[in-house]
């Protein structure tokens, strides 16, 4: 029997949504590369209410590290994972490495 997996719906948020815009490219050109199914958005933190309950996982930019607390609360009902992307990958918006991030959510 074969196993279809859904695709993984990702948000990424920061302040404004300018910065976790190029940083969700970045993952989807990732994700592309590596054969696999995930939307990836990116949006002001004050839009996830809005977009919980269509997200797999929520990738916190690193200047909001400071908010993880309260997210992870917000998400816990929701079966979401929350993490933040690390400063080193998010400044040099290294898809790659988020992308290896999110994997690691999945485990």
């Known amino acids: 029997m074969k196993v ?6 990702i948000l990424l948020i920061c302040g ?8 969700a490219a970045a993952i989807r050109k990732a994700a592309k590369k590596r054969k696999l199914e995930f939307s990836v958005k990116a949006a002001s ?4 209410d809005d977009r919980i309950d269509a997200i797999d996982y929520l990738l916190i930019g690193p200047h909001l590290s ?13 079966n979401v994972k929350a993490t933040i992307i690390p ?3 998010y400044g040099t918006l290294n ?4 992308l290896d991030l999110i994997l690691k959510l999945e485990e």
């Open 66 to 78: 400071y908010m993880l607390n309260d997210l992870q609360e917000q998400t816990k009902d929701k």
């Open 95 to 98: 898809g790659e490495k988020a």
């Open 4 to 9: 279809v997996k859904k695709m993984k719906n």
């Open 16 to 23: 404004s949504g300018a910065s976790s815009g190029f940083m």
């Open 45 to 48: 933190e004050s839009q996830l």
């Open 87 to 89: 400063q080193a990958v």
